[in-house]
T-cell receptor, first 114, second 110 residues
């Protein structure tokens, strides 16, 4: 157990729908990072939050959004889902804003869009 | 733009047969190079950080090395439990997100 908790583990939904993925960072970590992993694209950085504020943005679609709450948990919202959004979504956490080292990853949420 | 490539894409070894995985990178200013191990359906697990050319890190049967353009992950006398996908990532001097390579899928047969 890495200490980073992601729920749900699996999610199956239809095209056009909206889902919310949840992440609780490791105790003491203030940064949360979201990554998407698909078979053809590998691990792609989506977005980072630090202590409730957005810090960095990667290849995140406009249909996707995220936030980090006062208790430091984070949610990734995916809307108007398309078949191509099917992927593993990982959350990672770290202590600081800029991480001079490795992240701690959660075990991921597998999203299947049908 | 930072880029990371890894080779081979997949590697099958017999138990005890040593080999190396390659990670080649292009980054404007390298802050760190990271190796992760990922088991199927699991999140990546941090292995090593390398910061400067010539640096080496070891953990059990794994040894990571770094040059100015690439890194190698050497696996000595591997066991079936070493089977996993090994990911390489680079971080630039701005210290924000990582850029991950596509990974090498390692299978060690008993």
């Amino acid at each position: 157990d890495s200490g980073v908790t992601q729920t749900p583990k699996h999610l199956i939904t239809a095209t056009g729908q909206r889902v919310t993925l949840r992440c609780s960072p490791r105790s003491g970590d203030l940064s949360v990072y979201w990554y998407q992993q698909s078979l053809d694209q590998g691990l792609q950085f989506l977005i980072q939050y630090y202590n409730g504020e957005e810090r960095a943005k990667g290849n995140i679609l406009e249909r996707f959004s995220a936030q980090q709450f006062p208790d430091l948990h984070s949610e990734l919202n995916l809307s108007s889902l398309e078949l191509g959004d099917s992927a593993l979504y990982f959350c990672a956490s770290s202590v600081g804003d800029k991480t001079w080292g490795g992240y701690t990853f959660g075990s991921g949420t597998r999203l299947t869009v049908v | 733009e930072d880029q990371v490539t890894q080779s081979p894409e997949a590697l099958r070894l017999q138990e005890g047969e040593s080999s190396s995985l390659n990670c080649s990178y292009t980054v404007s200013g390298l802050r760190g190079l990271f190796w992760y191990r990922q088991d199927p359906g699991k999140g990546p697990e941090f292995l090593f950080t390398l910061y400067s050319a010539g640096e080496e890190k070891e953990k059990e049967r794994l040894k990571a090395t770094l040059t100015k353009k690439e890194s190698f992950l050497h696996i000595t006398a591997p066991k079936p439990e070493d089977s996993a996908t090994y990911l390489c990532a680079v971080q630039d001097n701005y210290g924000q997100n990582f850029v991950f390579g596509p990974g090498t899928r390692l299978s060690v047969l008993p």
